[in-house]
């Protein structure tokens, strides 16, 4: 799933209601009542008839329905003795707080003693309507409520302070620097609950103040396996950029790890051995070991978060020969929901292009069904496109031979784009692919057509010497082609190869010059060119049909096709005033290009850190923070030597 570049939501307080709340809030099957029947239920002496109004408006919340109106009767009740009562109260007022200040203002005191509350839930859900009141004017109440949260007895109060901590400072970001101190407080917790929670809010308010994880690296690691689902999301994340910074390349030729190795990515190295460094072999530090192998059961998770998580963090971190740990635990998510299979097939077409042997073994996962989307289609054809080599290439063309005929005409033109790439990329099945194509030209599908006759001028442009014969081919056919992006290719390779079919170039040309009015603007562009290179080449047969065309485009209602035309004109017609440039005609129009290279789609995007919404996009999104490059030596850490080995100690 998508993490880092985006804020997440799944730190609502809605995630954490206690299981009573969520019970209460199901549909029931009470008749509906109106506003005015809720509120006189809500004023009324009766705790149950309260405690009834309650439930159906939180019901009322939960369905997404409007209950704003009811908020000067609710907040009545927030003084409540009945624990059931006052838990509802506090739920409704995490989600009206914000749209009705004034109001939630007059409470602040109730809030403020609900703070000392016995209840640890009434507490948290105190704790949480005050953060969620956006007046700046309450700013040192709730940096006071935060403070003693972060120094409660119970885990989940000092979770709630976490949260608090993040909307604090979108409120007024002025507080950082005493956040940062309840942050490192809160860092130091050893509590599971707290640790995603916390680690989320350093994300959010100092992510750049790795300092204060050296201390807690340990713990992080070893508590990793326990933190609820989410916040293992948050902890990879942060803990990936954490050890580029703080580790030397895994990447290294013979690279080796040394378990018996005592020496510490926090201990010191004497000053004899520092000058050695770049001539020892490397071995990798503990403290990266102990994440790699604290983070490896989690590809058993059963959320597809987590596991893309840790499949990430190998990717960016692990040595290369142990990356295809994660190979199955990536196969086993597409099985998932569709949005989930959009994601995962994205991570695993960027993994592909830099090591097929990873997935190579798992072709089979990737052979796109007919109940798959066509974004999933897609992305299959580029994993096996990307998977393609000398020993299953055949295989996998058999495969495409069955997609070029389905009834999803995008799926269908992105097939024969691949077969161009498998083409280009292994030379022994080029003829095999190309005489593939030319058999798909006379398709009765348009949108097949067009796009294998885009596909063959590209592959021809690599090899134009040996395949006159079907240049030939497809100007017999041209007649019949009416997608204008295909006639458009078809008259390119006529003028970029006219001196290789010298009887059929020109009887194309006399053709266009009839229809060039009524053609589309790529067409005519296309034709003025072949025009252009016919005069230049041949011209006792193609000089009256160039002059004719050259006029035609001289009038034509696209000042583009305008332009052209007279730049055409002077460069080719010889005259008085352009006959300096009528020399380079030739070397203009028809020098060599060169051969386009039919690349994936997928070939760049490993420089934004997988599992990202900027990966997703492919452009760098708000909020991403980019991964760093390894620092060549692992940065020296005396300082918090001392430190570390006390809290080592005293966990």
């Known amino acids: 799933m998508i993490t880092n570049s985006i804020q997440f939501k799944f730190y609502s307080p809605q995630w954490f209601l206690p299981s009573l709340m969520l019970t209460l809030i199901r549909p029931t099957m009470f008749p509906v009542l109106r506003n005015e029947d809720l509120k006189e239920m809500l004023e009324s002496n009766k705790e149950s008839l309260k405690l009834e109004a309650m439930k159906r408006v939180v019901g009322l919340i939960a369905k997404g329905k409007n209950a704003s109106e009811l908020f000067p009767a609710v907040v009545k009740n927030v003084a409540s003795k009945n624990i059931e009562l006052k838990k509802l109260v506090y739920v409704y007022l995490v989600r009206y707080a ?33 953060s969620s009141i956006r007046v700046p004017i309450i700013v040192p109440i709730m940096m006071l409520a935060i403070k003693e949260a972060a120094a409660d007895l119970s885990p989940y109060v000092r979770k709630t302070s976490a949260h608090a901590i993040q909307k604090l400072f979108s409120l007024d970001p002025d507080q ?86 005592e020496k510490t990515f926090y201990d010191s190295d004497s000053e004899e051995k520092k000058g050695q460094i770049e001539a020892k072999p490397y071995i990798m530090d ?44 990536l196969v086993r998510l597409l099985r998932s929901h569709r949005e989930v299979q959009y994601i995962v097939l994205q991570n695993i ?33 580029e994993i096996l496109t990307n998977l393609a080599n000398e020993a299953n290439i055949s295989t996998i063309l058999r495969e495409f031979q069955t997609y070029v005929k389905s009834q999803d005409k995008a799926f269908a033109a992105a097939t024969i784009q691949a077969i161009g790439r498998c083409a280009t990329n292994i030379s022994e099945v080029t003829d095999t692919c190309l005489n593939g194509l030319v058999l798909l030209l006379s398709n009765r599908d348009e949108t097949v057509v067009a796009e294998s006759v885009v596909v063959i001028k590209k ?61 589309e603007d790529i067409v005519k562009l296309q034709t003025v060119n072949l025009a252009a290179k016919l005069y230049l080449t041949n011209s006792k047969q193609t000089k009256l049909l160039t002059q004719y065309i050259l006029n035609l485009g001289k009038y034509d209602q696209n000042y583009d096709i305008r332009d052209r035309t007279r730049f055409i004109r002077q460069l080719i017609v010889p005259s008085e005033k352009n006959g300096a440039l009528n020399k380079y005609a030739r070397r203009i129009l028809l020098a060599p290009k060169p051969a386009p290279v039919l690349e994936s789609a997928f070939k760049d995007r490993d420089r934004y850190q997988l599992g990202t919404l900027s990966h997703s996009l492919n452009i760098k999104a ?19 030597t001392f430190l570390t080995h006390f809290f080592i100690l005293v966990s």
Request: proline residues 5%.
């Open 98 to 130: 914000e749209e009705q200040q004034d109001l939630a203002l007059l409470s602040i005191s109730t809030f403020q003693r609900a703070l000392k509350d016995p209840n640890q839930f009434i507490r948290a859900s105190a704790l949480r309507v005050l």
């Open 622 to 640: 708000t909020g991403y923070q980019e991964l760093s490059d390894w620092p060549a030596v692992a940065p020296d850490h005396k300082e918090s």
């Open 176 to 261: 950082k620097e005493q956040l940062i101190e309840v942050i490192e407080k809160l860092l130091k917790d050893k509590s599971t609950l707290v640790a995603g929670s916390v680690v989320m809010a350093f994300e959010e308010v100092c992510p750049d103040r790795i300092d204060l994880i050296h201390k807690n690296y340990r713990k992080l690691c070893n508590l990793l396996v326990d933190v609820e689902e989410w916040g293992q999301v948050v902890i990879i994340s942060m803990l990936t950029r954490y050890a580029r910074t703080q580790f030397t390349s895994p990447w290294k030729e013979g690279a080796v790890f040394d378990e018996n190795n």
């Open 459 to 519: 592959l021809l442009q690599t090899q134009p010497t040996q395949h006159s014969e079907i240049i030939k081919h497809m100007a017999k056919l041209f007649d019949n082609i009416t997608v204008p992006m295909a006639r458009a290719s078809i008259l390119w390779l006529m003028g970029e190869y006219c001196e290789r079919v010298p009887k059929i170039a020109p009887d194309v040309l006399r053709k266009m010059a009839k229809t060039f009015t009524i053609e």
């Open 349 to 381: 077409a960027t993994m592909s292009i830099q090591r097929k042997g990873m997935f190579e073994p798992f072709m089979k996962s990737f052979y796109v069904r007919s109940t798959d989307a066509t974004h999933i289609k897609t992305l299959k054809l």
């Open 286 to 329: 503990p403290d990266h070991r102990l994440l790699l192998r604290n983070t490896k059961p989690l590809l058993q998770s059963r959320n597809t978060a987590v596991v893309m998580s840790v499949a990430q963090l190998y990717w960016h971190l692990a040595p290369k020969h142990e990356v295809s740990i994660v190979t199955k635990s």
